[in-house]
């Protein structure tokens, strides 16, 4: 079992850029999958980037291909999502998650552990 706990989230401007990191507890996280989802008020949770065990494959959101990136350091147990060249329409808060096993997944119902998640607020 894995815990996982958000942080970097908060209020930047357009075009700004943020760093989110999720640290995970135990001793197995490279054995997890990780991925990152976001949610808007009033909108369903959407995925937004994943990354494989060993980091080699990555996979993102076409909303943000470009200019997010997903990276992990598996000594560390901790994902990151860089997140540059904000927009309003990233305003959301932002999940972390993971799943043992497996490659890459990208709907958020293959995950099976979650964080609290971190609000990310990007002003016009």
């Known amino acids: 079992q894995v815990q996982l706990v958000e942080s970097g989230g908060g209020l930047v401007q357009a075009g700004g850029s943020l760093r989110l990191s999720c640290a995970a507890s135990?001793?197995?996280?490279?054995?997890?999958?990780m991925g990152w989802f976001r949610q808007a008020p009033g909108k369903e949770r959407e995925f937004v980037a994943a990354?494989?065990?060993?980091?080699?494959?990555?996979h993102y959101a076409d909303s943000v291909k470009g200019r997010f990136i997903i990276a992990r350091d598996n000594a560390k147990n901790t994902v990151y999502l860089q997140m540059n060249s904000l927009k309003p329409e990233d305003t959301a808060v932002y999940y972390c998650a993971g799943v043992a096993g497996g490659s890459i997944y990208y709907t958020s119902r293959q995950y099976n552990y979650w964080g609290q998640g971190t609000q990310v607020t990007v002003s016009s």
């Open positions: 990354i494989s065990r060993g980091g080699a494959m990555k």
């Open positions: 135990g001793r197995t996280f490279s054995s997890y999958a």
